[in-house]
DNA sequence: TCTTTTCCGATGCACTTGCATCATAACCGC
DNA sequence: GCGGTTATGATGCAAGTGCATCGGAAAAGA
């Protein structure tokens, strides 16, 4: 058997030195030669990797959607000590939105694939698909906090969920857009939620 | 006195060529010749009326975001036969949210350039204004709500503006991505703003 | 050690990009 | 008309793009 290669491992890392150019300088700064220097592995690498440039971007937006859907479940998950249905809400939502400093990069990513999504048929693909994830997740957990008495069980949870997520969407733009601190964003969804609890 | 030519009405015509490019096909397609193809003038034409693209991005922008407020500043001015406050707001912010179909590329251009105001300083500020202006209006019309007694007084009109901007804006982003339909979003809306008169 | 198979990375290539240049055309006051 | 001024658009150019190619490096079994 001849030299062998981890592939997955090096999608991995190409596909966070894609986050990472996006993130710093925009979409248009992601050329084959740039994603290859900050990945630090050559242009054939990557080549090799993905077939085409599409490819390696679709590849890098369904990795970090899966980053977000997975750093939600967990925490959900990992709520060993029963918490508060209304703060468990918040906090996974103010998680979705990407509104910490941290994930300011991940949110930078997401948008630029969302502003891209109605010219590619497969990139809205994936798109559409995470978003009817985390509304499924969302409508669980309103039900969850209907089940602790937290929420009123006449709230229609599909239609909060969808809302929720509006509100979380928009804020991620707008704290991106420089309209919000993520502070502040934070407040402005923590409000909406303890409204849920009346 | 030499020819003249009416600059004004060509920076126009341009900007709207630049948003008929980006709705079609993204904003990585706006290159000076698509553009002054599309405008139906000459490449040295663009470079005349703009001194560089970023120019002429910036003034695209500026454009779009001019219209919009003026198409909500309108819709109030038109009032003349005394509309519920409640409906007021919730067709402003539907103009706001862009949703109605032939607003799409609209959408599309004002989200691709959100997803560019981090990386540059000018578009952040244009966009941070735009914002600020629409939160005020919405908040004189939660304002006008309440003298109108359709909303409660005890409602924090500057906490509520800020919720209804992140709904409005993350309806368009949803639409965008095709997990609402234009209706379905301006039904959560709809639903949101009725809460409000409880 | 040698063979075989996979992988690498440098290079080439056709193409597009934003911007600069400049001869020419279009215009207006005279 | 005519001179002077401004706008025009074809062309040039260097830089950068995605992708194809291919000689040889690297590793695992013989």
């Known amino acids: 058997m001849p030299k062998q290669v981890d592939y997955e491992e ?4 190409i596909a966070e030195a894609v986050c990472a150019l996006v993130a710093r300088s925009g979409m248009e700064a992601v050329s084959l030669r740039d994603v290859a220097a900050e990945a630090d592995v050559s242009m054939g690498a990557v080549q090799r990797c993905f077939r085409t440039k599409e490819d390696m971007l679709l590849f ?3 990795h970090i959607s899966q980053r977000v859907s997975e750093r939600a479940d967990q925490r959900i998950a990992a709520t060993s000590t029963p918490q508060a249905a209304t ?22 990513v997401w948008l630029a694939f969302v502003g891209h999504a109605p010219t590619s048929e497969r990139l809205a693909a994936v798109l559409h698909e995470t978003y009817a994830k985390l509304h499924d997740l969302v409508v669980w957990l ?14 229609d949870a599909v239609q909060e969920a ?5 509100v979380a969407d928009g804020l991620t733009v707008h704290v991106l857009a420089g309209h ?3 502070e502040t964003a934070s407040a402005v969804l923590q409000r909406h939620v303890d409204r849920l609890a009346r």
């Not at 090096?10 to 890392?13: D, E, N, S, V």
């Not at 309103?142 to 006449?154: A, V």
């Open 142 to 155: 309103i039900g969850y906090g209907q089940d602790t008495q937290e929420f009123p069980p006449h709230l």
């Open 60 to 62: 890098a937006l369904e």
């Open 87 to 108: 703060t468990l809400l918040s906090h996974t939502l103010a998680e979705l939105a990407l509104l910490d400093e941290e994930s300011r990069a991940q949110a930078h």
């Open 162 to 166: 969808h809302t929720l997520l509006a």
């Open 180 to 182: 919000h601190s993520p």
């Open 10 to 13: 090096r999608r991995l890392r």
